[in-house]
């Protein structure tokens, strides 16, 4: 399935837009990180929470679970939200 | 030379002594989790650690704890090539054995329970969040270490971390808490003196003290400075050379002084205008072998401001006193680097200690 990266990370990926395999979030960012180490745990922290200021939304709807199921041909957008003065 | 880490929070950034080429950086934009970066090509290139500082996973049903910044960063023992250690914020220690590719967490303070406790108070109330900060190594000894907590206090460890007791005598705390629990200390800034590894300055929230090992009471040197300047701040540095001289930048916002012994005394010694917010932002500067390592918040300057006159003691120089803008060498050492304001302006000197008369 096709992944959309946010700009901050594209220096990991250097493409807008990436392929990766998997049946859940988690399995398809564990392969974003074999492919691009370093990548997850910008998104992911050590106690696996989705980091505060980074939304995964599948097919166009937000999902809060790692642990969300994926099939072939679901598409997966990250979006890194941005806050501040 | 490109900007790196542009966007970025640089936390802190540090040269190897020990080779003289490695660049470690604590860095993080606040949105996209907290890496640390490694050079060994004085920072032209980065690479980014592999495995950064993170805390264990929490066992099922607890909370656990994710490192949101690392903050410090300090080469360990010349006989441990490649070994660094790190504090971060929430509270934590790692220690990379590699040079700075891989983190490993210390349990005995990340997950003990009487630090856990002496970390979440109302202490921990740094706007940035709690720091771990100054991990001093003794140049003797590479199992013996330093560490400071804002706040839960200064810690020592003879065993290379496994046990840890608490330095905390003759420490102050905020009137009305308990100075027996480590919750209640709050350093800011602690050093040891590169010519007398027995000799600590430490800057707390609650005053200037000077530890002469293997004694462990502190004394509250900064009773001495003048008291319209107080003697609350954050940074703190020592010289290189001379372990009777430390500089200190109180928050005041306008003066950079020394705290001079053995006499106890703490004396203006220079006329370092610095930005208060900066100061307070506790930031630093590279570490360079032989030099001053500068605290680039209190190194900045600034004019008060259109209209608003220069304090007395800046207007007029007392008998004896240099120029601003000079760096005075020390009898027999190398001039130490000055620290120097937006334009180059030189804004701190040097001087030997005992010069001149105390005007304390």
Known sequence: MQVLIPTPLRPYTGLREV?????????????????????????????????????FFVNGAQVFNLAHSLHAGDSVQIVQALSGG | MRPHFLGHIVHHL??????????????????????????????RSWQEAARPPAFDKAKAGEAGRAVDHTFWLTPAHANEPNVW????????????????????PFSSINDDPDFRRWMGTVQDG????????SISVDPRDPAHLYIAMSGSGVHETRDKGRTWAALLGGLEVVEGFNVADPAFHDPHCVRLCPSNPDRLYQQNHCGIYRL???????????????????????????????????????????????AHQPGGCARRLCHARQRPALAAAGRRLSRRPGVVDGE??????????PGRPLPRHHQRRAVGEPERGRTLALPGAAPARNLRGRGGRAVTQELRQGTQPCRC
Do not use: C, N
């Open chain 1, 19 to 55: 392929a990766a395999a998997g049946a859940t979030l988690a399995e398809v960012l564990a392969d974003l990180e074999r492919r691009y180490p370093g990548l997850r745990f910008r998104m992911i922290d050590e106690q696996e929470r989705m980091r505060a200021h980074m939304s």
């Open chain 2, 14 to 43: 540090v040269l190897d002594a020990r080779d003289r080429r490695t660049l470690l950086a604590a860095a993080r934009t606040g949105h996209l989790g907290p890496p640390v970066f490694r050079s060994t090509g004085m920072g």
């Open chain 2, 85 to 104: 250690y790190a504090g971060t914020s929430p509270q934590g220690l790692f220690r990379s054995e590699d040079g700075g590719i891989t983190w490993h």
């Open chain 2, 126 to 133: 740094t706007p940035d969040g709690p720091k771990l900060h």
């Open chain 2, 212 to 258: 002469d090992r293997p004694g462990t009471t502190w004394v509250r040197i900064g009773q001495r400075m003048p008291k319209r300047v107080g003697d609350i701040g954050l940074p703190l540095v020592v010289h290189p050379r001379d372990a009777e001289t430390a500089w200190v930048f109180p928050m005041d916002g306008y003066h950079g002084l020394t």
């Open chain 2, 296 to 305: 680039a918040p209190g190194a900045r300057g600034r004019h008060p401001g």
